[in-house]
C-alpha cells in the first residue's frame, strides 16, 4: 500500500481539497492519505497560543472567532449535499468549543499543544467527510492513537509499528486511509508534534511502519532542484537522487522536505 501526503496548499481551499480526492481515487488503489493543516491555519494558531501566554484571552478569542469564519465559508463551499453540510458545521463546531475551553485558566505547554492540533484534525475530518459524501469508501485513522515520539522527542518507529498494525486491522477493508501529519503523542502520553514540516516526517514514519511499497510527497513544486528557484533563475529539476543526497538538501535549506523525511524510506528501502 502507498502513503501519499499532501501539504496545507493542498487542502488550502475546497477547490485544492476536491483536486488531491481526484488524485488520490484515481487508480482505485488502497492508500493511506497524509493530511496538513488548511494553510494559514498553523500560524493563527501559534499567534492565539502566543496571546494566551502574554495572557491576552480577549485578543485569543477574537482570532479564534476569525478563524472560526473561515471555515464556516470552507463549509458552506466543499459540501453538496445539507446532510454534507451540517457535519461540516458539527466538525467545525466541536474544534472550535475545544479551542475556546483552553483560552479558560491558567495556560500551559499542554494546552498549546492541544492548540497547535487542531488545524490538522480539523483538515482530515472535514476531507474525510467530503470523501464519504462522494462515496468513496474511507476512514479516518487519528494520528494520536499511533505516532509517538520518545522521551528525547525523537520518532519512536518500533512504537509507530506495533501500534499501526492493530489500527489497521480493525479499520477494514478502505480505499483511502486518511491520517493527520504533524501530530503525535508523547512518552508521557501527551498531545505533541513533529515540528514544522512534520508531515513529511509522518508520511516517511508511516511508510516505514507499514513497509509500504512507495512514499509519496504532494506540493505545489515539480521536485528537488539545483538551485533555489525562488532566488535564482532558470533552476533546473534533479530527477533522480541518492537518499543521502536527498536528506543533505533537505537538511542544507531545501523547503521541499523536512530534514529527517528521507531516514525512515532510506533505512526501509522505499
Known amino acids: 500500500m502507498k502513503v501519499f501526503k499532501f501539504g496545507g496548499t493542498s487542502v488550502g481551499s475546497p477547490e485544492n481539497m476536491r483536486s488531491v480526492m481526484n488524485i488520490i481515487t484515481e487508480d482505485g488503489e488502497p492508500k493511506i492519505v497524509v493530511l496538513s493543516a488548511m494553510s494559514g491555519t498553523t500560524n493563527s494558531l501559534v499567534e ?3 496571546k494566551l501566554y502574554a495572557s491576552d484571552k480577549e485578543a485569543a478569542r477574537e482570532l479564534i472567532k476569525s478563524l472560526k469564519n ?7 463551499s466543499l459540501y453538496h449535499s445539507e446532510n454534507g453540510k451540517a457535519e461540516g ?3 467545525v463546531n466541536n474544534h472550535f468549543d475545544l479551542l475556546d475551553q483552553q483560552t479558560e485558566g491558567e495556560f500551559s505547554t499542554v494546552k498549546e499543544q492541544i492548540i497547535l492540533a487542531q488545524g490538522e ?19 479516518l485513522l487519528p494520528a494520536l492513537n499511533f505516532m509517538r515520539i520518545d522521551e528525547e522527542k525523537q ?7 506495533e501500534l499501526i498494525k492493530p ?45 509500504s511499497e512507495e512514499i509519496q510527497i504532494w506540493t505545489d513544486i515539480d521536485g528537488f532542484h539545483n538551485n533555489d528557484p525562488r532566488f535564482v533563475e532558470k533552476t533546473q529539476r534533479i530527477d533522480n537522487l541518492l537518499f543521502v543526497e536527498a ?24
Not at 536528506?247 to 533505512?267: Q, S
Open 48 to 50: 492565539i497560543s502566543n
Open 167 to 211: 489500527v489497521l486491522e480493525n479499520a477494514g477493508q478502505q480505499e483511502i486511509y486518511i491520517t493527520q501529519g504533524f501530530i503525535c503523542r508523547n512518552a508521557n502520553g501527551d498531545i505533541d508534534n513533529l515540528q514544522r514540516g512534520g508531515s513529511d516526517y509522518t508520511a516517511s514514519l508511516l511508510g516505514a511502519a507499514i513497509d
Open 121 to 139: 484534525l480539523i483538515s482530515t475530518a472535514m476531507f474525510t467527510e467530503m470523501l464519504k459524501e462522494n462515496n468513496i469508501k474511507t476512514i
Open 89 to 91: 458545521h458539527k466538525i
Open 155 to 161: 520518532a519512536d518507529l518500533q512504537k509507530i509499528k
Open 70 to 76: 473561515k471555515y464556516v465559508e470552507v463549509v458552506e
Open 247 to 270: 536528506a543533505e538538501l533537505a537538511y542544507f535549506g531545501a523547503k521541499i522536505l523536512h530534514p529527517l523525511t528521507v531516514l525512515p524510506a532510506k533505512d526501509a528501502n522505499i
